[in-house]
């Protein structure tokens, strides 16, 4: 089904959620031709903008060649191609895999300005806002394509860590944006949990990464519980990010599933070294996010007071 070099590794979240294979109508080849180019060539109709056949996708979608044309963003026609022409897989038939929303906001961000020059803006129907981020459900992006040498190592469909033909993770395709530790994009982010940590050891199984910590002092936990002892922190693709180095030891901000259980260490969270100053910093933003008025509340209380101090 798929092309010689190329694998699309879907993100690791397909085996943490444990799908059931559905039962919907066959792949079809794909038609459309600004999309032969993506590493899939199997799409299934209608697609995600409601297109009940190629021949439609190929009228609407051709509206876009201009955008295209001023390479406005990298990941533009990888996401016009997952929306248009989904991925179509034996595990995912019934509904076609949508696009992480990531890679939506980065050609929005990249083009949405050139179209602005033009009175127009980005459309609706391509919203970013509905699709799947983290471990909240199945998607795809160019971080997850995997590079595979040699037909030999060519399944009929994107592997995954129960696929025993896996051959591991291209971790040297990881690029991670690093994230600066600060008050604002903590109580933005609003972690689930934050934990200081050594790090043991970070495994990768096919394309499911994970880092085995020892935790030392639990600064936040949400509703999975955390023990002081060895955990598992698991990623939601084939690159762990923030990256983590064994035998270190840092503060970890990250998220939680709260179904399975588990600490989650993906796109958006923070790792850095540990410093007991840090530590402090972020002992003292939890506060302020658990109570936003308080600082206030209490600096009117104090001129309050003053006031009432000089009569």
Sequence with gaps: MFSNEVIVSLLAVMCLVGMPRAHGAACESIRIPMCRSMPWNMTKMPNHLHHSTQANAILAIEQFEGLLGTQCSPDLLFFLCAMYAPICTIDFQHDPIKPCKSVCERAKSGCEPVMKRYNHTWPESLACEDLPVYDRGVCISPEAIVTAEGPESMPDFPMDSHNGNCRGTNTERCKCKPIKPNQKTYIRNNYNYVIRAKVKEVRSRCHDVSAVVEVKEILKSSLVNIPRDIVTLYSSSGCLCPPLNANEEYIIMGYESEEQSRLLLVEGSIAEKWKDRLGKKV?????????????????????????????
Excluded: A, F, I, M
């Design 283 to 311: 002992k003292r933003w939890d506060q302020k996010l658990r109570n936003p008025g308080r600082g206030k509340s209490e600096s009117v209380s104090g001129k309050t007071n003053t006031k009432q101090s000089r009569h």
